[in-house]
């Protein structure tokens, strides 16, 4: 990011004894910007898009009910991408097949595994899993709706030229070969 930029340009001006250009410091999202054609699109846009997408399950889904809920699953699509989640549909399977998730997600790091584990954990003991509990109800559904959501969103912001920070990481990475070498720098040197 900016600041840990700030500090290296900092540290790099004590060791250098003579006159140099400095060199080309940017953020990550700066940097995967430079190599794609996609857009990083704003907040507020983002969660419209998502809004809009979310309203064709649930068309009478109030605007001011799904903010919270919206820039959640936003920050978790954003999360699936930045970690290469291949099987997308199969994370977002039914809370009831949760075992089946964690048996097709061996192959995750103890850390990975461990922060699924709690996720099951925590919403076993809070009034989510309660089948009776209102808010149940409305996680499951939502839960259900996630992998369609995930899928719709990225198609529309794909056909727009635009992304989250999550997708842009992902489609540099999975489109690496495919990247004009006039675009790419001669080294890079991650920072912070």
Not at 79 to 99: G, M, R
Request: with cysteine; hydrophobic share 40%.
């Amino acid at each position: 990011n900016r600041r840990a930029g700030l500090f290296f340009r900092k540290y790099l001006m004590q060791y250098i004894q003579k006159p140099m250009f400095a060199p080309s410091i940017m953020s990550i999202n700066e940097c995967f910007g430079e190599l794609s054609d996609l857009q990083l699109a704003d907040s507020l846009s983002l969660l419209l898009r998502l809004y809009c997408e979310y309203r064709k399950y649930k068309p009478s889904e109030p605007l001011e009910k799904f903010i919270f809920w919206g820039k959640m699953m936003l920050s978790d699509f954003s999360e699936i991408d930045n970690h290469l989640i291949d099987n997308v549909p199969a994370l977002f399977s039914s809370i009831k097949d949760w075992h089946r998730i964690d048996e097709q997600f061996r192959h995750l790091t103890d850390n990975q595994r461990s922060a699924l584990s709690q996720f099951w954990k925590e919403y076993q003991e809070s009034d989510l899993h309660h089948p009776d509990s209102e808010l149940h109800e409305r996680f499951a559904c939502t839960w259900e709706l996630l992998g369609p959501l995930y899928e719709s969103l990225r198609a529309n912001l794909l056909q727009d030229g635009l992304c989250y920070e999550g997708m842009l990481h992902r489609e540099v990475l999975n489109n690496w070969d495919k990247i004009a070498q006039e675009r790419l720098r001669e080294h890079y040197v991650f920072i912070g």
